[in-house]
């Protein structure tokens, strides 16, 4: 992605899901029978990336996160408890499991980040009346927060390049 797309002066960071997958691969949620959905240790890396990219120099109003699926779940989640605000936080095709615990966990102080969802409408995977949602619950808690739908199913669409470089670089 980071290659497509060619943004000026931007550094791209993917992270891997520290939750091993069933066949392969990994995911940044694990179910537990006893404490349910489990995602501290994702949470804990993207703390620690963002406090490494704030000692290399990285200003909070210049980081942002983008996810796609569980990615963009995970990233409003994270985003929601945190205590300072970020450049913004770009959920692709997500959701939000549990929206009245969202609500409670949210703090005030991440107050200015801001949120760009992003989703297909012919998604089959995870329904776009998901970001619809999850729109409104960020507005009616006070967050400015913007939606597209796009034509198209469970994937990044490269419509949605011009609307993340205009969100990242929107002061310049």
């Known amino acids: 992605m980071s290659k497509q797309w060619q943004f000026p002066e931007t550094k791209w960071i ?52 983008l996810g796609f699926s569980q990615g963009a779940s995970l990233a409003m989640e994270f985003m929601i408890r945190q205590k300072f605000s970020l450049g913004g936080v770009i959920p692709i095709s997500g959701f939000i499991r549990n929206k009245n615990y969202f609500k409670e966990h949210k703090n005030i102080l991440n107050k200015d980040t801001e949120i760009l969802l992003l989703h297909g409408h012919e998604d089959n995977v995870v329904n776009a009346k998901e970001s619809k949602m999850a729109f409104r619950l960020f507005v009616d808690l006070g967050y400015k ?28």
């Open 145 to 172: 927060a913007n939606i597209h739908i796009f034509k198209g199913g469970h994937k990044i669409p490269m419509k949605a390049k011009k609307l993340i470089y205009e969100k990242i670089f929107k002061d310049i």
């Open 14 to 65: 993917f992270i891997e899901g520290p939750y091993k997958a069933k066949p392969k691969g990994f995911s940044w949620f694990k179910w537990n029978d006893q404490h349910g959905w489990e995602f501290k240790k994702s949470f804990d890396i993207l703390i620690q990336t963002i406090q490494s990219l704030i000692e290399y120099g990285y200003k909070h109003k210049h980081i942002y996160v």
